[in-house]
């Protein structure tokens, strides 16, 4: 059961794994427009070692410790006995409504048990790739665009993954937009529900002859070409390139 305490600003610990990454300018803001009123209730989880660890609200309280409040009291529903996987199911749960970054909420849901950011993670890693939120080799930070071509098929996940790092160089594949990748899963998928047999080394052929941002710029084109979204934009693309050169085995054409 929850209760309500009043606890110093200075009291409250932040654990990086279990909340998203603190934003100093949002604290600065934060801490320049004070207002008490909107301060509202924070989460607490009071753990084994008797401290109080922030589940929600964390930037709040960086603001009222920036304002050299330290000692400031802060209302707080305090939850005793949580694990730090429940204090990351929890913390997604308080954020359903809110803006958060998608990966922030990644990093957080590979602590829950059973989440399906964990068997994300593992075939991202299987595939040599790494969910980063900045420009390392072989780094990826779309993780929404993963997650939904998860959700279709984890073996499309993984397929996808393959052709983007038999294409692309570690230090381009970071560059990668979402669009890439649901682009190259869509063409996939469909290719496989066609009669002709794919060959991956030629899909991986017409990738290879552009940059991450030219081969975006290329479906963009394709996209407004065909008034379509950038995801079928690529499948168009890819088909183009594909087929260019070949007197037989061409691949259908694509009416997405």
Not at 51 to 73: F, P, S, T
């Amino acid at each position: 059961m929850a209760t309500f305490k009043l606890i110093r600003a200075d009291q409250i610990l932040i654990d990086p794994p279990v909340q998203r990454k603190l934003r100093k300018t949002w604290v600065k803001w934060l801490a320049d427009n004070f207002d008490e009123g909107s301060l509202g209730n924070l989460t607490v989880s009071l753990r084994s070692n008797g401290k109080y660890y922030a589940v929600n609200g964390q930037h709040r309280i960086e603001a009222v410790i920036m304002r050299g409040e330290h000692a400031r009291k802060l209302p707080c529903v305090i939850h005793e006995g949580l694990t730090k996987a429940e204090e990351a199911s929890m913390f997604v749960g308080l954020n359903n409504d809110k803006t958060v970054d998608p990966f922030d909420e990644f990093q957080v849901r590979l602590l829950i048990p059973g989440d399906s950011a964990r068997a994300i993670d593992k075939i991202i890693q299987e595939a040599g790739m790494k969910v980063t939120v900045g420009g390392t080799r072989n780094g990826v930070r779309c993780v929404n665009a993963l997650e939904a071509i998860y959700d279709q098929s984890p073996d499309l996940l993984a397929e996808t993954l393959a052709v983007v790092t038999a294409a692309w160089t570690p230090e381009d594949v970071v560059h990668l937009l979402a669009a890439t990748y649901t682009g190259i899963a869509l063409f996939l998928r469909v290719a496989g529900e066609g009669t002709r047999p794919v060959k991956l080394d030629r899909v991986i052929g017409v990738l290879q002859h552009f940059t991450p941002y030219q081969w975006a710029a290329k479906y963009k084109e394709k996209a407004a070409q065909y008034g379509c979204n950038h995801a079928k934009g690529c499948v168009y693309a890819i088909i183009e390139g594909y087929n260019k050169g070949l007197s037989s085995g061409k691949l259908a054409r694509y009416d997405g």
